[in-house]
T-cell receptor, first 112, second 115 residues
Framework: QQQVKQSPQSLIVQKGGIPIINCAYENTAFDYFPWYQQFPGKGPALLIAIRPDVSEKKEGRFTISFNKSAKQFSLHIMDSQPGDSATYFCAAGNSGNTPLVFGKGTRLSVIA | DAGVIQSPRHEVTEMGQEVTLRCKPISGHNSLFWYRQTMMRGLELLIYFNNNVPIDDSGMPEDRFSAKMPNASFSTLKIQPSEPRDSAVYFC?????????????FGSGTRLTVV
């Protein structure tokens, strides 16, 4: 119930491509869905987040798509660049006392 | 703000020794979280505090692990005695509010190696 399943584990795309990372959850009480980006040697950093009152949120080249009925959300990176190479984590949480639940992460490599 | 500050950045210790990791959360943040990251298990929540009070320590792997938050600006994670399987990167994160309805700010982590 508390799990967030993330796929794929790793992803290689060419520069300019649109990598898509998917996450699925079971707990319908979740109402906050952030994505974190982690570079080697650094801590995860909040990239973008969505709440279930909208189906899509865009910030720069990063877009979250949210499907409430399917209990799925995904991250799309438009015009990907080698500098986007990092590990991406999805997470889910709610306003209760339960901390964010993180997916296992996706290692993205963008090759020139 | 300098963000979440962790020390040391790297720690190498011998099996059986005591290890203490330190964290200074962002000023004004009421919640603090300790995570452990490994290739096999990903990000594991060890313990979290709201207003300096431990709320859930069910993720602490064994009694060898303990955490304290004596005030709003400082927390420690102690491992005594340390074992090679404790080798991992340990992150501290803070958030303005408790629970999981707001973004967390992570520190840069402490890479622990137990030999």
């Amino acid at each position: 119930q508390q799990q967030v399943k993330q796929s794929p584990q790793s992803l290689i795309v060419q520069k300019g491509g649109i990598p898509i990372i998917n996450c699925a959850y079971e707990n319908t009480a979740f109402d906050y869905f952030p994505w974190y980006q982690q570079f080697p040697g650094k801590g995860p950093a909040l990239l973008i987040a969505i709440r279930p009152d909208v189906s899509e949120k865009k910030e720069g080249r990063f877009t979250i798509s949210f499907n409430k009925s399917a209990k799925q959300f995904s991250l799309h990176i438009m015009d990907s660049q080698p500098g986007d190479s990092a590990t991406y984590f999805c997470a889910a949480g709610n306003s209760g006392n339960t901390p964010l639940v993180f997916g296992k992460g996706t290692r993205l490599s963008v090759i020139a | 703000d300098a963000g979440v500050i962790q020390s040391p950045r790297h720690e190498v210790t011998e099996m059986g020794q005591e290890v203490t990791l330190r964290c200074k959360p962002i000023s004004g943040h009421n919640s603090l979280f300790w995570y452990r990251q490994t290739m096999m298990r990903g990000l594991e929540l060890l313990i979290y505090f709201n207003n300096n009070v431990p709320i859930d320590d069910s993720g602490m792997p064994e009694d060898r692990f303990s955490a304290k938050m004596p005030n709003a600006s400082f927390s420690t994670l102690k491992i005594q005695p340390s074992e090679p399987r404790d080798s991992a990167v340990y992150f501290c994160a803070s958030s303005p509010y408790g629970g999981g309805n707001y973004g967390y700010t992570f520190g840069s982590g402490t890479r622990l190696t137990v030999v």
